[in-house]
């Protein structure tokens, strides 16, 4: 392709604007999910149960996202949500509350898989990560 002077003003006046454009022919699963030029956070969304090695729902566990300030805890049936910002989660799950909650619990750290969140209609949102229904079993110490 020629380069006239027009092309050439034209590219730089798009690049000083920020329009670029990288692409990658990888499908190397271990790849971090992509931060998208245009959506300046990504957002994840990740929400399950905190249970015990015979199931039953652990209330008044702290979960934290290692490397953010983002915080929660699990609920009187063990269910938790938590939301942040970045490409990746990954959750430390600590008994605060001692035997409150029906034991003490060893603290875990788990690194969940997200995916794309996809509407009732099929649409991709590519600013959202999702993980749903994650179930957390910690063991007692």
């Given at each position: 392709m020629k380069h006239t002077p027009v092309t050439k003003l034209c590219n730089y006046i798009l690049v000083a604007l920020g329009?670029?454009?990288?692409?990658?022919?990888?499908?190397?699963?271990?790849?971090?999910?992509?931060?998208?030029?245009?959506?300046?956070?990504?957002e994840y969304r990740v929400s399950g149960k905190v249970v015990?090695?015979?199931?039953?729902?652990?209330?008044?566990i702290r979960i934290?996202?290692?490397?953010?300030?983002v915080s929660s805890s699990s609920a009187e049936d063990g269910s938790f949500k938590v939301t942040g910002y970045g490409?990746?989660?990954?959750?430390?799950?600590?008994?605060i509350?001692?035997?409150?909650n029906g034991g003490e619990f060893a603290s875990k750290e788990e690194k969940v898989k997200l995916e794309n969140a996809v509407s009732p209609e099929g649409y991709v949102?590519?600013?959202?990560?999702v993980a749903t229904d994650?179930?957390?079993?910690?063991e007692k110490k």
């Amino acid at each position: 392709m020629k380069h006239t002077p027009v092309t050439k003003l034209c590219n730089y006046i798009l690049v000083a604007l920020g329009f670029t454009s990288t692409a990658s022919c990888s499908d190397d699963p271990g790849l971090e999910i992509p931060q998208m030029y245009g959506f300046p956070h990504v957002e994840y969304r990740v929400s399950g149960k905190v249970v015990d090695q015979e199931s039953n729902p652990i209330p008044g566990i702290r979960i934290h996202a290692l490397g953010k300030s983002v915080s929660s805890s699990s609920a009187e049936d063990g269910s938790f949500k938590v939301t942040g910002y970045g490409s990746e989660a990954t959750l430390k799950f600590e008994d605060i509350d001692g035997e409150e909650n029906g034991g003490e619990f060893a603290s875990k750290e788990e690194k969940v898989k997200l995916e794309n969140a996809v509407s009732p209609e099929g649409y991709v949102y590519p600013d959202v990560y999702v993980a749903t229904d994650v179930t957390i079993t910690l063991e007692k110490k």
